[in-house]
């Protein structure tokens, strides 16, 4: 490796120490209580901040979140100057508990969840094509004859076409994604984001409030 | 003092909670104070807590914030005319069900 390779190592690890070190400071800005040392609010802001993801996932939304884990760091921080911070996060239980509890009856879409998912599926189709393609080209070269063009398709998903050169490889190659590739990550956000809570829950809500 | 059953204890916390507000506004962890000095000291956070929430969903409670000196804002908790109802109304059913109780279980096993 050359010096400048080792410069270029170094700022890039440089770079990801200086963006871990500011991630973990607004993480302990964000949901730390004020309670003793800094090892209790980071011990705080890791407990918060597992109740809110917790929640999130839950398919609470963002201002509700906001309120809850005020609350909860308020009472957090009343309750350090009776006990130790530790004895205090132990008697909350673990904090998906406490988020599932507190979540029984706000239950909503969860949108990030289905967000995730169909990233997920969509990664895993761009994967899927890449070796489609690759196949195609492997199969198209070892059969095809010189100058011939060749056709592939799959339903619903992409249609492939290679023309073969002179030289035995593939010349020319082409590929058209259809909309139908759309269909799959969209039954993924459907299916893990559940949008029929926005039903179930304001039904749920108002028979609540009779 | 006798231990008392914590799965005893979850069904009564909404009437203890309804009970504590009605008497005096108050927040979470004040609320768990209350409790542990009342005798209920097996009353956890996590069963206090999702209660709290729980009877300000259903509206049975209603809730503001007063700023602290000691860190974030407090959620201060006061009872509705809905949660005095609910209060009135399971205050009546525990008083029938612990007459039931103790005129059952009060002579000698037979």
Redesign the interface.
Known sequence: MTLSGWHLLAWLAGLILVAVAATLTILLLAYR???GGLAEQARTARYVFAYDDALQWLGVGYRERG??T??????I???A??APVRE?LE???PAK??AR??A???RGPTWVVGAVAALVVIVAQILATILMQLSFISAVTSIAAPYQTVTGNVPLWQTFEATMGDSGRVDMFSSTTHVGTLIIPALGFIIWSRPWRLITHRAA?RA??I | MNDVDPQMLKGLVTLLLLYLVAEREDYGYALVVRLREAGFGDMAEGTVYPALARLEQAKRLDAYLVPSEKGPARKYYRITAAGALELERTREAWTHLTGLVAGLTQGEPS
């Open positions: 209580a004020r309670v309120r809850l005020g609350e909860l760091r308020s009472n921080s009343a309750a100057a009776d205090v008697r909350m239980g508990e406490l509890a507190v029984a009856r706000r809500r609540e409030e």
